[in-house]
């Protein structure tokens, strides 16, 4: 299996306050305890807005992970093509573009995906509230690659979620918790657009959401796509990302 979103809140490197909350430390070997059994042998760290635009956190996560794992990171607005190329160089994928907490200039995050996709292939991953997604609109079509975390959190922007799913955007099947719809069928609403869309992730360790990942997730996963339930929890994920 291949956990398309987790993150590490390692109390090494410095936790920054968002939104006046501060999580608690959940280290690798915390992650490794809570999905013993699930067969995980790769996945996505995803930079929380907790470290901001800090890489070293990252860095480090991914050489103590090793192949199999690859890093979604959030970037300065002065990062150099310098930068970005040591940063793929290090198992970095992807360029997250957190709109619902903290992203404030989305003019400069776009122009920052659009050239890290041009300079090494990076896609960009929104962490957004479907019903914004309308209105983002002149964002999202200049994005050459994307997906977005959660199913898009809402029912309410799920007609133009589709529409992006059958232009290309992947979807992470991840984050139950922070859900407002009907999963099961979100879940196969897209998968019957895009079989290839749809990619799970824990969303370990699940901070500031009603509930955290549980294994019965993923008979949710099965209930909506059948027999492609092996692409969904790995192989879409991992040509996604461009694992090995």
Known sequence: MFDAHRYILDPRFPLIENQGFVPDPYTIADYDRDTDGLGITGGAVISASFHAADQSFLLSALETLGDGWVGVTQLEPDATDADILALEDAGV????????????????????????????????E???????????????????????????????????????????VRVKAAGFGRIDMDIVDAMRQIHAVNPAALMFGTDLPGTRAPRRFQESDIDLIAEAVGGDLPAVLDGNARAWYRVK
């Open 126 to 168: 929104l962490y957004v509230d479907a019903s914004m997604l309308l209105s983002l609109e002149p964002i999202l079509c200049k994005l050459p690659a994307a997906s977005i975390d959660h199913l898009g959190m809402s029912s309410q922007g799920l007609p133009y979620l589709l529409d992006l799913v059958d232009r290309g």
């Open 93 to 124: 994928r992807a360029i997250r573009l957190n709109l619902k907490r903290g992203a404030t200039d989305v003019q400069t995050l776009t122009a920052q995906a659009r050239r890290a996709h041009d300079l090494v292939g990076w896609h960009a």
